[in-house]
């Protein structure tokens, strides 16, 4: 079965300073990679995804992703951020041998200082 | 593009009470739904897949009599939550994906946030 694991519950950022958001997987095989923003009360807005080929990956609102198949990880990171990007992030996994359905991890919750 | 819109967003009922929740894609056609459920400052949850034209598939422990899943078209699928009671308070959450491929991307509503009373 596959699973994902987002160790950071929350995650206090100053505006202007950099994000990384952890991201960990299991899956027998490569699995199809993503990550999904949340803001409050609203439904999820993909940010970038992976499936094969180039480990970095680009995203919207400046976002970047790095598969590392030895370390079964699937970080999110962006250099500067800014007040808007305050909200929830979940990472997902899925498998076209788990019925491409999504798993997704248990989120993490970002705040941005001024 | 890639609209989907889910109505209604907020909705409050008594104990025993059906509720009918759609999730409609706006400018696109979708094979395949999603329903989710997320519980406060949790992760969302598989409900079930629906396709159209067929039944849903329901996750393990999902009751198929209390969440009724119609795929009818395209464009739209519904959620009714039968007898609801307050252990059914939740944010739902639907997606819609073009041909319900893992490759292809899941579009999310805004989700419906029930409440039963």
């Known amino acids: 079965a596959q699973s994902v694991t987002q160790p950071d519950i929350h995650i206090t950022v100053s505006e202007g300073a950099s994000l990384e958001l952890r991201c960990n997987y299991s899956y027998g095989a490569t699995p199809y990679l993503f990550w999904y923003v949340q803001s409050p009360g609203q439904g999820l807005q993909l940010l970038l995804k992976?499936?094969?080929?180039?480990?970095l990956v680009q995203g919207i609102k400046g976002f970047e992703a790095e598969f590392k198949r030895s370390q079964s990880s699937f970080n999110l990171r962006k250099p500067s951020v800014h007040w808007s990007d305050a909200a929830e992030y979940f990472c997902a996994v899925g498998a076209q041998a788990a019925g491409n359905k999504l798993t997704f991890g248990g989120g993490t919750r970002v705040l941005v200082k001024p | 593009g890639a609209v989907v819109s889910q109505h209604p967003s907020w909705v409050i009922c008594k104990s025993g009470t059906s509720v009918k929740i759609e999730c409609r894609s706006l400018?696109?056609?979708?094979?395949?739904m999603f329903w989710y459920r997320q519980f406060p400052k949790q992760s969302l949850m598989l409900m079930a897949t629906s396709n159209e034209g067929s039944k849903a598939t329901y996750e393990q422990g999902v009751e198929k009599d209390k969440f009724l899943i119609n795929h009818a078209s395209l464009t739209l699928s519904t959620l009714t939550v039968t007898s609801a009671h307050p252990e059914d308070s939740s944010f739902y959450i639907c997606s819609a994906s073009s041909t319900g491929a893992i490759n292809q991307p899941q579009h999310f509503g805004d989700g419906t946030r029930l409440s039963i009373l």
């Open positions: 992976y499936f094969s080929g180039d480990t």
């Open positions: 400018d696109f056609q979708a094979t395949t």
